[in-house]
Structures are given as structure tokens and as C-alpha cells.
């Protein structure tokens, strides 16, 4: 089974903080993405990556970075919170290739007060 | 971007009945259509996908797609309470590395 994990399941942080959430999945995938998800819009590609070093940008960059150094692990970066980074933010992977499926962890949901 | 298009809802269907549940798409190159479930407070998790065109069963649930008239469905036979929560369908774009999600349709099953 394939087994994707995400560091926190609930983060409170300051407004200006630099937040650091992390994902690790175990099924040697090369594909990982970082997702929002909020009430009335659905799931929102933040970022994906599809092979170590290498990201793409989805709908919705702004206010995020991201750092794929080994292939298993991928980590979203809030560089500076916002209020409006509250929300509910879901990590996935993929075999290599396109149209695969996508395997996501149980999310974070994070409150930037 | 390609548009992913679901009836919010809620659908209510009883007990045993069926429940279906329907995607629009908009991008007439699209090769893979998913299905995930979300339960409320938890991540999505793969129900099935479909490539080709007709209808693809397993188990209690059938895909349908068309590819002609752009949509794909998802058939829920002898739905149970269980079965209550949030559809989603999702559709690579671009690359094709990336889904384009839809809103999800909220399916609630009554005793």
C-alpha cells in the first residue's frame, strides 16, 4: 500500500511566520504535489514536482515555495503567513508519467491567526 | 485552464438505492477520468478510473464515460449510509502530471 505522510495533522501559526510543511511518501514515486483545499473551491494545485530539484508552478504559487531535494520528501514553504493560507493543505504522489493516479496523506489543516 | 464541472448538491438517495453521481469536462483531449471519495475531515482516496469509453464496474460502483458528449459518471448500486460524503472527479491537464479536480458532488445516504 502506498503510504503518503504529512508531519502535522494540525499547525497554529502567527501571522508573518515562515511555516514548513512537510511530506514524506514510501513507494518511490516521482511525482508529489501540495494542494489547498477550501469550502466552495474545491482542491487548488499549489505546486507539484516531478522529479528531485525540478517543481512546477499550479494555479495558485503566490504567497508559497517549495524544496524537493530527495525523492521521497517534499516540502511546501509559507515564507511569510497570511491570514488568508488558512486552510486545509494536502500532499499527493504519483508514479512517474503522466495521467497516474494520485495517492494523497491525511493533510494538515492550518490556522494563521 | 480546463474546466471540471459537478452538481454540488447534496444528492439524498435511500438506502439500496442507486446514487449517480455526474462530471463534465471540458477538455476533448483529456485521456483519464478519476473517482476519489472524501470523507468529511479526511483526504480523498481513489475509488476507480476509467480510460476508454463505455462503463467500467467494480464492485458496487460503475464509471461511465463518454467521451463525445465530454462527461463521466459514477454509479453507486445499493448505496448504504457508508457511502455519504463527497465525490470528486478529477481530469489531468496540461502535462498530464497534474488533476484538475471538480468541487465534488455531496452524496448523502438515508436509512
Known amino acids: 500500500d502506498v503510504k503518503v505522510t504529512q508531519s502535522s495533522r494540525y499547525l497554529v501559526k502567527r501571522t508573518g511566520e515562515k511555516v514548513f510543511l512537510e511530506c514524506v511518501q514510501d513507494m518511490d514515486h516521482e511525482n508529489m504535489f501540495w494542494y489547498r483545499q477550501d469550502p466552495g473551491l474545491g482542491l487548488r494545485l499549489i505546486y507539484f514536482s516531478y522529479d528531485v530539484k525540478m517543481k512546477e508552478k499550479g494555479d495558485i504559487p503566490e504567497g508559497y515555495s517549495v524544496s524537493r531535494e530527495k525523492k521521497e520528501r517534499f516540502s511546501l514553504i509559507l515564507e511569510s503567513a497570511s491570514t488568508n493560507q488558512t486552510s486545509m493543505y494536502l500532499c499527493?504522489?504519483?508514479?512517474?508519467?503522466?495521467?497516474?493516479?494520485?495517492?494523497f496523506g491525511p493533510g494538515t489543516r492550518l490556522l494563521v491567526l | 485552464q480546463k474546466e471540471v464541472e459537478q452538481n454540488s448538491g447534496p444528492l439524498s438517495v435511500p438506502e439500496g438505492a442507486i446514487a449517480s453521481l455526474n462530471c463534465t469536462y471540458s477538455d476533448r483531449g483529456s485521456q483519464s477520468f478519476f473517482w476519489y471519495r472524501q470523507y468529511s475531515g479526511k483526504s480523498p482516496e481513489l475509488i476507480m478510473f476509467i480510460y476508454s469509453n463505455g462503463d467500467k464496474e467494480d464492485g458496487r460502483f460503475t464509471a461511465q464515460l463518454n467521451k463525445a458528449s465530454q462527461y463521466v459518471s459514477l454509479l453507486i448500486r445499493d448505496s448504504q449510509p457508508s457511502d455519504s460524503a463527497t465525490y470528486l472527479c478529477a481530469v489531468p491537464f496540461g502535462s498530464g502530471y497534474a488533476l484538475n479536480f471538480g468541487k465534488g458532488t455531496s452524496l448523502l445516504v438515508t436509512p
Open positions: 499527493a504522489s504519483s508514479l512517474s508519467g503522466a495521467q497516474e493516479t494520485q495517492y
